[in-house]
């Protein structure tokens, strides 16, 4: 019991509204953005082609 009425354990504890619809954007974003970006190289961090003076090792 919560405040003279009856609240269930799920909504006391459990995933609210709130955060099912910022997990939602925060996919959509990946999905519209960041999803179709290229991997960076990790030596030079360039994205797509690597720089020039790159050998692909990281150190």
Same mark, same amino acid.
């Given at each position: 019991?919560?405040?003279?009425?009856?609240?269930?354990?799920s !909504?006391?504890? @459990? !995933?609210? &509204?709130?955060?099912? /619809? +910022? !997990?939602?954007?925060? &996919?959509?974003?990946?999905?519209?953005?960041? &999803?179709?970006?290229?991997? $960076? =190289?990790? /030596? =030079?961090?360039a &994205?797509g $082609?690597? $720089?020039? !003076?790159?050998? @692909? +090792?990281?150190?």
């Amino acid at each position: 019991m919560h405040c003279s009425e009856y609240v269930p354990y799920s !909504d006391m504890v @459990g !995933d609210t &509204r709130h955060n099912r /619809a +910022i !997990d939602s954007l925060h &996919r959509a974003w990946w999905h519209i953005f960041v &999803r179709w970006l290229p991997h $960076k =190289c990790p /030596a =030079c961090g360039a &994205r797509g $082609k690597c $720089k020039p !003076d790159c050998d @692909g +090792i990281p150190f």
